[in-house]
Every structure is written in structure tokens, then in C-alpha cells.
């Protein structure tokens, strides 16, 4: 998770200037139109932690139409994940842990 | 002492094969065997008048007596030589009450008949068939005063032990006039007198009964004419011809349930033949035991069969670059595209796994008999309940929103492909972020679970003497490997280049059509069932022989005696003198053990207990055959016959060739560690 200059949690969407925002690795922003598969699998990852943080959608805020399209679907699918943390947690340890057992005994 | 044979037939019944009675045979029996006492014990049939003919001509004491059919099993009843008109008026019932094969009287009606057994000697057949059942035996326990056995094995196994009663050994023998040999099984007992209420008084005491006259149970009669052998370990030396195999086989044949390892019977005479053998067996073996141990593997690999990660990641792209170009179309946007539903998502519906197995394993709780208490001291049932409804309760709900969620997705879908009719713009391609996510997690696992399979590991060993089978999981070494175990014509080589990533090799196999699905579990890891010597390498064809004379005196434990005929002519002097002498010497604790060699490994190392020296005599004009017998340490070694021979020389000659000779074999010993 990064952690902001003032010690806080990022978030990794933001809204700001009417344009759509991701957290890059580096702790700065890019606007949400230069998404790609490893920013994406970076913001995916960030959304399984605890303390995952994004600015919620509001069309008022963010005028840019193709940011709104953009924003608005990642931001929803991260949500959804980061709110099925915990099952993805308790699914992936359990995942076929007899046999994983048995092997590693 | 006195030796007593409590137990023979002198009348054919329904219960015997038919033979007819030899009053001189019986004569002769008793003489020869020197018998101080005997019963005439007829099945379910007393013979009054047989019975004092029988009286008249012995010298010995003659006891009145019945085999009698008693729920299911033989018991003897043995009365004193006196009120025989009594006697027989009560076996008259008995005979009455038992006319056809399969008819007994219950233990009511037998003291209905004699009334108090005490007055008798009652001997149930104990470790012999038809033995005693518990039932009968807790019911007629009071009046018993041994229990008959039919070999030296079984009858030291319960002299030993003290919460057993006492054994007696006897021989059961039909009196013929085609008898050719006298049987070796009585009992010497140690009495003042011979009558029943003497021989009833030494019974209670175990130790007042024995196999030998002098010698306690450490010797027994093994052949008519009064030679005896060891109870424990027996070696029979001497020179070819000398008699040796022909004792082995006279005690094979004089001897019941005898465990005969002939010579040269281990060598393996077909070699391909016999490894192919031993090979299918192993194989049997390794093939159960695989099955068993990949079995977890198979379930996982059975899951992991639908996951395809190069779908997956595609379905990411697109999802990515839909996205992307509609954001890029946002400006032309037509009235059909910027309907919301137009690029609504799905809603992500997988089931809830996790909730299902918590379920379930409260359900464990709440059911399980077995850990009940345990269960119960820890945890309130109610609460166990409670939790469980509570679950299933959320569980219902759950389902219920992604039944409502899935029936919004169709509606969604429905009016996304209608709208898409209408218009140009790009339609987001959906992707179950979560799902993937799972799937490329279980790829993750799926690998590591692979890969600890490919470790080399030891996952079953078991000693058998000195052997040991071992059952090890490891990589496989190339694609020929996996070929052999698949029994298949197709080439494993291309999938085997991915072989380090098990995922990408399962890929492989995948893409391989002639190879089934349900297969691939056992093309993963090799599973190796093999025998190995000490040293831990692979058995060679000498060791399997030598595996299979392990196992056949281990076998031997199911049976009374253990012969073997010259085990040296099968193996080296190693083996015979570490495992094999150790497993004899064991395994003789317990049951006489008769060894014939000519091998000082086995003769000299073993410490037997008893040697008997076979010698081919000449005698005048005649070829005589003796055997010589006496323990390790005797100067002498005494034949039936009365003569001796010392001990020390024979044994030098039949195990070193002679005491020259084994001074010369020192002599050159020391002179090559010099």
C-alpha cells in the first residue's frame, strides 16, 4: 500500500480537475485513459489489501466523458473486489489445502 | 514320569474313516511307546465287552472313556476303571442321542447323563479341531482338568502361560490292523500312582506335564522309534546319503502342519521368469499404493483442468481495450450508447464456497458421535446450533440476492444486445475480475502442489528382515518415463519441455488429444515401489531369493514345525549367518525348527539346541541308517539304539570337512590377514 507524503493511505482512483486519476508506482498520479494491463493487475492487487481508498464516482466532479466511462467501470469492479477481500482471502488459503497438507508433510 | 496316551480309538464310527481294530497292534503301541496308562476313548460309543477284552491283554492301566460330540466340538470323558455297567449304561445315552454325522449333546444334557463330572476326567479338545467354544468351555469350565492340543508347539505355548490349563498332548489314533508306524504324541506326567483321581490331582499343576521323560518340554518324541527331537532349533548333520533329507521328509509326512522348505526351492531355476514374477507382484502392489497416494493430486488437477489462464488474460485485455476505445468514442456517443445500461457490468455472482464448507463443518460439530464429550466440554450444543442456523440462514440470503443479481444481469444483457443493434459504439467486453483472480491462484497453488510432489521423498517404508520396502514420489527423469507409466504410444516430448512449470506442462497434456483428462494425474510425479538390500540399492535376482526365504520362515509362524533343507545351497554365507539364523533362532522359541546342513555358517553360528548326526552304517552285511542325537554340549551323541559317537568329531567332519582340514582352512586364513 503506498502511503501518502502526509502519512496517509493513496487512493488509487481519484477525482481531480474534472479528469480521472490512478496512483502510479512511484506514489504520483496519471490520468485514468493511460490504464493498462499492469496498472491494472497493480490497482486489482491494491484493491485485496486493507486500507484500499478511491474517490467515489460523481459525474459533477468528473466532466470528462471518457474518463467517466473509464473511471466509473474500473472503479466499480475495484469496490466489488475490495469489498470480497475477505472471501478472496479465506477461498485463495483454503484452496485445496488437503492435498497441499498431505504433499508438504 | 509317566507316559500316558489318553486318547485313541479302538472302534470305527460314523465320525471315522472305517478301519478295523488290531488288539495286537495296540499291544504292541503300548509296549513300544512304554505307555504306563492309556483311555479307550470311541466316538459317542462305549464297547463294554471290547473295552475288558482290551483290560486283560495290556499290562498297563486302561481307562474307561468317550469322545463325545458336544455342541459342536470333542469333548473326552475318562472314568476310573470301576461301576463299568454304570459307565455304560450312561455312554448308551450319549450313542442314543447321537446317530447321524453332525448330531452333539448340549453341556444340559451331558450332566443330565453322567451327573457330576468331577467324578470324571474331562479333557475338551482345546487347540485342536474341532476346538471348544467359549461358551461351551465358561459352561463346563469347573470340570475340566486339561486341554488337549495336537502339536509341541501349541502344547509349550500353553505350558508357558500361566493363565491358560493345562495341556496334554495325546494321539488320537485309530488302533488298525494296517498300522505301520506308532504314533509320538502322549503326555508324561509326573504322579505317584496311576488312577484317575492321581492323574486329575498332577493335572492342576502345568508343570507337573511335559513332553519328554527327563528333558521337560525341551525335547519331543518325534518318530516311533523313540527319537526325540528338540522343541527349539534342531541341526541334522552328516554325509551325503546319509539320511538327512529322508528325516526331514519322515517328519513332513509323521507330522501334521508342518511348514517344509525343500532344498534348492528358493533358487530361481527360470530366472526371466521368476523376476517377471516378483516384478507383477511389486507392480500390483506399487499401482494401490500410487492410486492412493495421488489420489488428493487428482482432485485438485480434476479442478484445475477448467482453469485456462491464457483465456483469462485475454478476457482482461479486452476488457481493457473495449473500455479504453469507447472512452476514445466518449464524444460520439449516440443516443443508444449513452443509455447507462449500455456499459453496465455484471454483477459478479460466484457461489460461496467458503460459507458452504463453514456449514458443513459446524454440521461435523453438531453430529459427530464419536468426539461427542470432547465436543461438548468445549462448546455449548446450542450455541453450535444456533450458529448453524444463523449460516444457513445467511447462506439462503445469499443465495436469494445472486438469484435476484442473475436475473438483473440477464435483463442487462438483453437490452445491451439490443441496444448494440442500434449503434457503432464499442461494447465494453465484461470480465469477472474476481474470478480470474481465483483461477490464477489456483493455477499458483496448483504448481506448488505439483512441485512438492516432485520432490524426492520417501513416503512408505516398511522393514521386512534386513529388506526394506520403500515407496518414493519423484520428478520424472524424461519424457520416456512418463510414457511408460501412461502405457501409451504417444509422445510425451513436447508437453515435457514444460515439465518444471506444471501448470504450462497440464497445458500441454491438454493440447494433446489422444491423451484422457482422466489420466493426467499420474504423469506428474513418479512413483517408485521397490525392495531394497541393507545397503539400500535395488534387490538383485540372489537377494529376491533371499527376500522370499525371509518371508517363507516368517510364513512358518502359521504353522507347527519349520523344516529346511540346506539353505546354503541357495545363498552366501552372510546372509545365512546375520538375517537368517537370527529369524530361525526366533522363530524356534516358539516352535521346533529342524535344519539339515552342512554349512558351518548355519551349524556352527546358530547355537542350536539339539544335533542330530545321520551316519549310513555297515553292519556285518547290512546297510544301517542311525541318527545320533544330544545337545551342543554333550561328549557323546547316543542313537535309539544304544551307541555313541563323539560329538566334536562329527561335527568338525560334517561342517568344516574334518579337524585337519579346519586347522589347515585357519591356518590359511591367518596367513592372508598376515
Redesign the interface.
Known sequence: MLISREGGHMKALKIENNQGHFVTEAGDYETV?K???AV?LRL?NMA?EDGFEIDAFDEEKLKN??????YK??G??LT??HQ?RN??R???D???L???E???G | MKKIDLHMHTVPTISDAYFSFSLEKLIEYVKSAELDAIAITNHDIFDLQQFNEIVEKLECAVFPGIEINLEKCHVLIISENENLDDFQLKTQAVSEKIKAIGDSITVEELINIFGDLNNYLVIPHYEKRPAISGDTLESIWDFISAGEVDSPKKFIRMAKDETEITPVIFSDVRISEEMRKFPTRQTFIDCGDISLRSLKFSLRDRNKVALSKSEGNSLFQVFDDGQNLSTGLNIVLGARSSGKTVTLNQINKDCENVKYIPQFALVQRDDSNYEKEFNADVARKKSVFSDKHLAPFKAVLDDVLNVDLGINKRKVEDYLATLLKLADEAEKLDAFSKVTLFNESQFEIGVDKVLNDLISSVRQLIENIEYREIIDKHVDIKSLKAMACELIELLWSKAYERKKKGLVNDIAKDVKSKLQLRTSATQVKDVDLYKVLIEHKKASRFNEIAQLLQNEKVIFEESVQGFKVICKQRAFEGASEIKNVSGQRVAFSDAYREYSNPFFYLAALKGNESLTPSEFYKYFACIEYEILNRDGFKVSGGERSEFRLLQEIKDAQNYDYLLIDEPESSFDNLFLKGEVNQILKEISRTMPVVIVTHNSSVGASINADYIVYTSKEIDGKNIVYRRYAGHPSDRELRSIDGKTINNFQVTLNSLEAGEDAYFERRGTYESIKN
Open positions: 485513459d490504464i493498462d494491463k491494472l486489482v485485496l466523458q471518457a474518463h467517466q466511462i473509464i467501470s474500473i466499480e469492479k466489488d473486489l470480497r472471501q478472496f479465506d477461498e485463495s483454503r484452496l485445496y488437503e492435498a497441499y498431505k504433499y508438504k
